[in-house]
């Protein structure tokens, strides 16, 4: 059901972190959070609701973006993020309504042939060199703003900013990447009629940048994928009746929240410099995200006993959040990332919802299977902010 | 979500054991599966990902072909088997594209009435008898093979085979089966336009055969019922990106199987010869499917002890399989059967998945109550295969 027409609004505070990846599976026979030392989550387990989510679906391991869709109540099933939209976000850039992103591969080309989908690998500065310098020579191509941020080694980010609004069909061009060497690239097709104009503004750039690079010895090409605009997506005060921020210091995450329309605020530095901020805004804003990235960092780089420390190092600083004495407060991840397979995955994910209103007194500690043992048993992501909404008394009655 | 788009190969191995209507329910206080004695399956619980799963839908019963759909993802719900298809395949006759299959009673007729629908229930020898004499009679019809077999009791079947392949539609034609003694038998009616090559071949199957069972005293007639044709079901090779084979010594249990495009591997005797043939063939399968029936049989029976000694005969050949090393094992059954019931039930069905990613740790034994704390929880059917699938590494992450 669309709880939006059951919404109302009060003065409650919601505290909504998401320790991202903090999912684990058991190495000698304990999860990161069954080795983490972490008295404060502990102790609030015992007096919470407490579950696990499914992010996506069964045995579906989500990205980031379907990741944080699912906890805050999008179906990630039917709001979907492209990937072009995605690496810019992540890229730092500030996407509007207007624009085009397309991911791009920096790469080598011979006789008309791919031979090196990834330029060798160029090291980032010599990308950051080269995104320059194309950048400084394609400002426009025929009305259209042209945006480039150079990523890490041979990948950039490539944004159209048209003068207009630009729909997610009028973005539907094919990728120009053969997917293996020794092909030619593809020419940018548009998939719909109405994605000509995208289609010619991305051929003439793949032309002009092909000239710019033509001495190189490497990247001498580009190859671009995943054209996608901003998905049509309603805005989380529209949806839910709040005024929320997000407070997170990789920029992937201040785009996704930015996508659903929170306030984002830039932090620099680390997670003491969030709660910081935290503190400063919390009396502006009816929901407070807190996004912690490193656990699952860790997590990707198979480091257990570094995703433990960074679990322990968030234990530290719950105290000071428990000091805001918010009305709902949500500890959970994404996704899960167990250091055992070096990578997101599909498992549910722990998940605590702290509220005057819980039954508590059944999971003794903030781990896998003692969460299995809640009140909330194992939900699909999408439940949980009907359920934040109602511990934080912001649902009426549905029906007499 | 259509996992297809999902799915990637590797060289991982899982082992599918179906422990045909293993879930029971107490009698003096134990299950089927609490009373036997199974330390193989208990220690393989202990530390693998239990739970228990919902075949069709709260409180419904499923027959054997909607709890094999369920359990290897293919919502039974969408993809059904007609009964006429179901009844040809569990008497053995390999259904092909160009078949309608339909199930018959000989019946009673007497001045045009129906007085028995089953023919005072004659001897299955009788049938056998009756049968053979119609086969030799009506061998075709208008280029239509005519394929009779026997059943038990007044039941057998009766395939069309045609020139050309059968569309489902083209199979749907009315039962001729009154429903109540003191009735005329109906036509068979098509129901579709298109249905009507298959009712006429089917009007003149029933002329016929009543003239040569004329001077039966009981058997003198037969009546029609359950036509179908295979239903159109994407292969599991196509579905799953698996090489699949099936190790199943009932006849049904392999067509069903063969409906879904698992290589049916024929197998004579008992489980023992399902495990030596699961050996041989390991090497060739990425999916080997092991049916295990007669647990099944001993519940329909009410033979609780005689289930319980068919359970703890399978736990003794569970070590020959944990040692072919598969990289997922499911254990589970496609139905409950408690012995109390002496009939498949609508009870949720223990199951367990092993893999090197799973919690573990939650379910002291392989039965119900304890399958109850595992990390699975309870889950639909369908959402097996999705798990099995991300269990040996063979799901893409979803999204960025």
Known sequence: MDISSLVQKNSSKIIFVILDGVGGLPINGKTELDAASKPNMDALARKSACGLHIPVSYGITPGSGPGHFGVFGYDPLKYEIGRGVLEALGLGIELEKTDVAVRCNYATIKDGVIVDRRAGRI????????????????????????????GKEHRFSFVMRFPQNISESQAMVADTDPQKEGRSPLKPLPL??????????????IRRASEILQDEDKANFVLLRGFSSLPDIPSFENKYGLRACSIAIYPMYRGITKLLGMETLSVEGDVKDEI???????????????????????????????????????????????????????????HSTPALLKAHSWHPVPLLIHSPYVLGGTSQSFTERECLKGELGIIPATAIMPLVLANSLRLRKFGA
């Open 123 to 150: 090291p980032t500065e010599k990308n950051i060199e080269l995104t320059e310098k194309l950048s400084s020579q394609i400002e426009e191509i025929d009305e259209v703003k042209i945006i480039l941020r150079p």
């Open 192 to 205: 719909m009629e109405e994605a000509k104009k995208v289609a010619d503004i991305a051929e003439e750039f």
């Open 276 to 334: 910081e901020t935290l503190k400063r805004v919390y009396k502006d804003y009816d929901f407070l995200f807190l996004h912690i990235k490193k656990i699952d960092s860790m997590g990707e780089d198979g480091n257990f006993e570094g995703k433990v420390k960074k679990i322990e190092e968030f234990d530290n600083y719950l105290p000071e959040i428990l000091s805001l004495s918010p009305d709902v407060l949500v500890l959970t991840g994404d």
